[in-house]
Each structure stands twice: as structure tokens, then as C-alpha cells.
């Protein structure tokens, strides 16, 4: 049987590390039920072997590798297993899907960029802001958490790929510190928690944390 994409439905492997963005991949792999393979990579020698560097040339984690096709990178990652499973509800109906990409991208790409700077103590000149692509730190945070001021989901009603990958986004934020918690990011933050598949996601990848992570996590891990 061929989904959407046109991919038989065969092998999929999923590269990770418990302490990375890994464990997004994983949450939406649990959602899809997928049947997958997981091969767990330590920092360092391993992700910078050659095999490794041959699926993804930044040597990074997570990648998936299915039907032959490599994906990288989360947000590519959630939206390309939410069509690839289309059974789980998770890709966007058409009147999400304005919503959707608009919050993927803006995820992966400003939010990214805001908050790492942040992370690192990197502050963008305010004469420079609109040379960068977020701008600066504080429009950015106050976009990213108005999302949710007149919706529950990111897209709007519906749970879709779009709150496991900006939803972790906004969850790592508030758990650290750079986001400031209210009560409804802590309500949608719980909803997601709360779910089986982020519970079985999370079990696993806990399961998997001895001898796993550096003493200092990468920042781009």
C-alpha cells in the first residue's frame, strides 16, 4: 500500500540521542505509530563517523531514513511522518494549513535563531535588528507565545504535527526559563504531556539516557 507521498510503507530508521531534539522526532513517531528502528548515537566519534556523516552532513541528530529517502531536521521530520502516516490525523486539514506552515517555519527559523542567540548571551544591536531574521529576542518571544491567545491548538481546534514541534518548542522554553510561564501555556503544556504518545516517547528515550549524553550537551544538539 503507497501513502501520499508515494513511499511504500517499509523500513524506517531513526537516529537519535536521548538529550537532543531527538526526543521530538520520537514523540511524533509514538503519535504516528510507525514501526521504526531506533539507533541511538553518543556525541562525538559516532555522529562524526563517516557512516553518520553520509545521512546527515551537519552530523546532527535525530534523521529518519525511510523507503531510502533521508529527512533531517525536526520540523522536516513532523511534517514529512504527518503526511507519510496520514491515518493519524496529524497533518493539516486545508483550512490549517496557512496556520501551520506559518508556525513550523516561524519555529524553525526565528524562534531557533532568537533563542540560541539568547542561550549564547548574543544580543542583536538594536541598529541591526532588521538585518537579522528575527529581529530581536523580545518581538520574537511575545509572537511566538501569542499563538495560543484565541486557540487551544496551534492550528486551531485540532492537534496536529504543528504542537509536537512548536509545542516542544515552547515547552523546553518555559522548563528553562526563556519563556515566562503563564496558566495557559501551562494548561497546553500539560495536554501535551498528558498524551500516550509523548508518555511512551518520553519513556523511552528516559530508558535510554545512561552513557548517552555529553557533560555539556551541544548547543546545536
Request: net charge negative; aromatic share 10%.
Amino acid at each position: 500500500m503507497e501513502n501520499p507521498l508515494g513511499i511504500m510503507m517499509t523500513k524506517l530508521t531513526f537516529y537519535t540521542n536521548p538529550m537532543s531534539r531527538g526526543r521530538i522526532a520520537r514523540w511524533m513517531l509514538e503519535e504516528t505509530g510507525a514501526d521504526y528502528e531506533t539507533v541511538l548515537l553518543h556525541y562525538g566519534p559516532e555522529m562524526q563517523s563517516d557512516d553518520y556523516k553520509a545521512i546527515n552532513p551537519m552530523m546532527k541528530v535525530p534523521a529518519i531514513v525511510h523507503g531510502g529517502k533521508t529527512v533531517t531536521e525536526c520540523g522536516a521530520i513532523c511534517a514529512y511522518l504527518a503526511e507519510a502516516f496520514p491515518d493519524a490525523g496529524l497533518a493539516p486539514l486545508p483550512e490549517e494549513r496557512a496556520d501551520y506552515y506559518r508556525w513550523m517555519f516561524f519555529a524553525a527559523g526565528p524562534w531557533e535563531q532568537a533563542s540560541t542567540n539568547r542561550a549564547m548571551g548574543f544580543n542583536v544591536p538594536s541598529e541591526h535588528s532588521g538585518m537579522a531574521g528575527y529581529g530581536d529576542f523580545e518581538r520574537t518571544l511575545a509572537t511566538l507565545t501569542s499563538i495560543l491567545d484565541d486557540r487551544p491548538h496551534i492550528c486551531g481546534d485540532r492537534f496536529t504535527a504543528a504542537d509536537i514541534y512548536v509545542g516542544s518548542q515552547i515547552a523546553w522554553g518555559v522548563q528553562f526559563g526563556t519563556i515566562p510561564t503563564t496558566p495557559r501555556l501551562t494548561n497546553y503544556i500539560s495536554r501535551g504531556m498528558a498524551r500516550p504518545a509523548f508518555q511512551r516517547a518520553t519513556e523511552k528515550d528516559d530508558a535510554e539516557m545512561d552513557g548517552y549524553g555529553p557533560e555539556t550537551p551541544p548547543a546545536n544538539a
